[in-house]
């Protein structure tokens, strides 16, 4: 009865290598082998035959290691070509600031809708204007009101040439009340604006050189 | 084409900067336009290729429109939605800083009436009672009262030639040319000449407008938004010409300077009245780029 047992189950392992043989000459992608049984000489024990069954991650491509902190790289300026404009800057500004919102709102949906190519959606700093009224008699100063500009910039890639008017007088003609609109080419002094200066690291470096 | 259609692609992508700005002061209601176009350099002339010339005469018209200078009137069902969300709106909203001082000061007033005020305990308060919140409100409710709106709808209603007339929609220009036999409005129009883009040349159109004294204009673009055929009757069919074709250039109006005298010749239309004065195969292809009702 044993050597019965025995037999079966040889030839059931060799069945599993000459299987195993077959798939590795089939594929070239890593060759999907029993998770425990490395080789043929281990024994098959009754329990446990599916251990492991479900491992994956071994069979994906190794990631490189993330660096610690990344530095925000400025995306690539699209160069204009015959028919198409470069990297456009739509700025949507004001004093009320849900106009202002929904305004560069509907101007992103509008481009995803006519299928123009949004690069990048972001808001620049705030500026707050303080208005000072002078008093009818006498000298002195007295605060009227804070005004808080708001600013967002909605970024182009590839806008056609014949897409351009077209655009540009939808936005003109929808354009609210109080909301100044423009549209310029994007430089590299419009990306260093976004970021706060440092003037301590700026004397050290002046120190040194 | 014998139109250097390519090359005005080319010299385009004019890096343009422009900016739009809508206030409420403004030199006879229009918007603030300021553009600055940065020339690529007249390539053109040096890179003019030789072509066959084609039978079709070349025109540029430009359609110049002044945009809306207040938003449209809203529909009865628009406005009800409006005040609902207004009242949802305020009804879910918190208070803000010069609510609760409101809500303070009266709180105050209450109890020095009631003679349970004790003067002592509020020390640092003593120089805000001077002005308390509800005066404020009242001084800036004044002002509001004093602030005159200008009227909607202007008095040059009828007025066809006036431009403050329909402030919540957009007019077109419309001029009046012999063509042929007959008079025919149209949009203004040029022929075009051999070495300009056919940008210029619809600049050129706007800029010999005999009433144009001070049309300052902002074309959105250097490609043509439509284009119209028309061929000659049989008779007047030759052999070097068969037609025009007239491509439309989009431009938005910035200054219009000194109104025309009685010029009879222009019409401000908005995209409606265009059928009365228009011939209908022209207007078919011009009410494709016309945004609007």
Redesign the interface.
């Known amino acids: 009865m044993n050597a019965v047992f025995r037999k079966l189950q040889v030839s059931a392992t060799q069945q599993a290598f000459v299987l195993n043989q077959a798939l590795t000459t089939c594929r070239a992608t890593p060759s999907i082998q029993h998770p425990v049984w490395a080789s043929v000489n281990e024994r098959q024990y009754k329990s446990m035959p599916t251990h492991g069954i479900g491992r994956w991650r071994h069979l994906l491509p190794k990631d490189p290691p993330k660096k610690k902190r990344d530095r925000p790289q400025m995306k690539e300026i699209v160069v204009?070509?015959?028919?198409?404009?470069?990297t456009l800057n739509v700025?949507v500004s004001g004093y009320d600031m849900t106009m202002v919102e929904h305004f560069s709102q509907h101007i992103h949906n509008l481009c995803n809708r006519l299928g123009i190519k949004v690069l990048d959606c972001y808001a620049l700093q705030t500026k707050t204007t303080e208005v000072w009224l002078m008093q009818e008699q006498g000298t002195k100063m007295s605060v009227d009101s804070f005004l808080k500009t708001h600013n967002r910039v909605v970024q182009l890639r590839s806008l056609n040439?014949?897409m351009?008017?077209?655009f540009?007088?939808?936005l003109?003609?929808n354009?609210?009340?109080?909301?100044?609109?423009?549209?310029?080419?994007h430089t590299e002094v419009d990306y260093k604006a976004r970021f706060k200066g440092r003037p301590d690291l700026e004397g050290l470096k002046a120190k040194i050189a | 084409m014998a139109a250097p259609c390519?090359r005005m692609?080319?010299r385009?992508?004019l890096?343009?900067?422009?900016?739009?700005?809508?206030?409420?002061v403004s030199n006879s209601g229009f918007?603030q336009f300021s553009s600055t176009s940065v020339c690529r350099g007249s390539n053109q002339a040096q890179h003019v290729e030789e072509r066959a010339s084609s039978p079709w005469t070349l025109m540029a018209a430009v359609c110049l429109?002044r945009?809306?200078v207040?938003?449209a009137e809203s529909n009865p069902i628009e406005q009800q939605f409006r005040d609902m969300m207004i009242q949802m709106e305020l009804e879910k909203s918190m208070l803000s800083d010069h609510e609760l001082r409101l809500l303070d000061d009266a709180e105050r007033l209450r109890r020095m009436q009631a003679g349970e005020y004790d003067s002592d305990e509020e020390e640092d308060r003593r120089d805000q009672e001077i002005v308390l919140a509800q005066d404020l409100e009242d001084s800036w409710e004044q002002k509001l009262n004093n602030f005159q709106p200008a009227a909607r709808v202007s008095d040059s209603e009828g007025d066809l030639g006036s431009l403050q007339r329909c402030l919540s929609d957009?007019l077109l220009l419309l001029v009046e040319r012999p063509v042929g036999m007959e008079k025919l409005w149209m949009l203004p129009q040029t022929e075009w000449q051999r070495g300009e883009t056919l940008r210029e040349t619809a600049e050129r159109a706007l800029s010999s407008l005999p009433a144009a004294s001070g049309f300052k204009a902002t074309f959105?673009?250097?490609?043509p938004?439509g284009v119209y055929k028309y061929k000659l009757p049989q008779a007047a069919r030759t052999e070097s010409s068969v037609g025009t074709k007239v491509f439309f250039?989009?431009a938005?109006l910035s200054d219009a300077g000194a109104p025309p005298a009685t010029e009879s010749s222009q019409l401000w239309v908005t995209k409606s009245e265009l059928q009365r004065y228009v011939k209908p195969a022209y207007l078919r292809k011009v009410e494709r780029?016309l945004?609007?009702f």
């Open positions: 204009e070509t015959e028919t198409t404009y470069a700025n040439a014949t351009c008017p077209i540009l007088e939808v003109l003609k354009q609210p009340e109080g909301v100044q609109l423009s549209v310029q080419e | 390519r692609a080319g385009s992508l890096q343009f900067v422009s900016s739009f700005s809508r206030t409420s918007r429109q945009l809306p207040i938003s957009s959105l673009g250097n490609t938004c250039f989009k938005v780029f945004l609007g």
